[in-house]
T-cell receptor, first 112, second 113 residues
Framework: DQQVKQNSPSLSVQEGRISILNCDYT??????FLWYKKYPAEGPTFLIS?????DKNEDGRFTVFLNKSAKHLSLHIVPSQPGDSAVYFC???????????FGKGTKLSVIP | DAGVIQSPRHEVTEMGQEVTLRCKPI?????LFWYRQTMMRGLELLIY????????DSGMPEDRFSAKMPNASFSTLKIQPSEPRDSAVYFC???????????FGNGTRLTVT
């Protein structure tokens, strides 16, 4: 039973446009959410996070939105750049837990 | 900060052999995690340690898998005997806890033939 779902395995976007990556979760105990980026042959690297007490967190070109009632979060990248091409993982942890549950990832391709 | 260091980067072995994966976490990080990535199941948590003590090993698939952390700067994940279905990329990660993000190593790609 997947508790964190990324339903789009892949996404292609033109350079300069907005990339929107989506993530849904089922566990109502999750209270902390993160996005990781992964290049081939490397480990995932932390990108941005959001606590359940917020509905938006922004860091430069990256913004994460959280809709708790819908159990949905999204990552917006604007403007998208070719270097953003990677696999993006959504992850979540529950109250009092240090374990992260990951989605299966979305492969983003930014076309020059 | 050298980051999390894993060795070897690639391991090819025959079914039935023992495999040992190694990890050096970031200095000062109290938490160490072992994850496995496969196409079918994505990134799965196998086990994690806090201050060198295993806290949750419920993700370890079978008794063939074991993990140790003899000190704050070293951990091993051992598979004995290995099977073809163990083929995957194994990641080690460390963190300071308290909702601080995990820092991953570059992984060990294991192929069991």
């Amino acid at each position: 039973d997947q508790q964190v779902k990324q339903n789009s395995p892949s996404l292609s976007v033109q350079e300069g446009r907005i990339s929107i990556l989506n993530c849904d979760y089922t566990n109502s105990m999750f209270d902390y959410f993160l996005w990781y980026k992964k290049y081939p042959a490397e480990g995932p690297t932390f990108l941005i996070s959001i606590s359940s007490i917020k509905d938006k967190n922004e860091d430069g070109r990256f913004t994460v939105f959280l809709n708790k009632s819908a159990k949905h979060l999204s990552l917006h990248i604007v403007p998208s750049q070719p270097g953003d091409s990677a696999v993006y993982f959504c992850a979540a942890s529950a109250v009092g837990s240090y374990q992260l549950t990951f989605g299966k990832g979305t492969k983003l391709s930014v076309i020059p | 900060d050298a980051g999390v260091i894993q060795s070897p980067r690639h391991e090819v072995t025959e079914m039935g052999q023992e495999v040992t994966l190694r990890c050096k976490p970031i200095s000062g990080h109290d938490y160490l995690f072992w994850y496995r990535q496969t196409m079918m199941r994505g990134l799965e948590l196998l086990i994690y340690f806090n201050n060198n003590v295993p806290i949750d090993d419920s993700g370890m698939p079978e008794d063939r898998f074991s993990a140790k952390m003899p000190n704050a700067s070293f951990s091993t994940l051992k598979i004995q005997p290995s099977e073809p279905r163990d083929s995957a990329v194994y990641f080690c990660a460390s963190s300071q806890g308290n909702n601080s993000p995990l820092h991953f190593g570059n992984g060990t790609r294991l192929t069991v033939t």
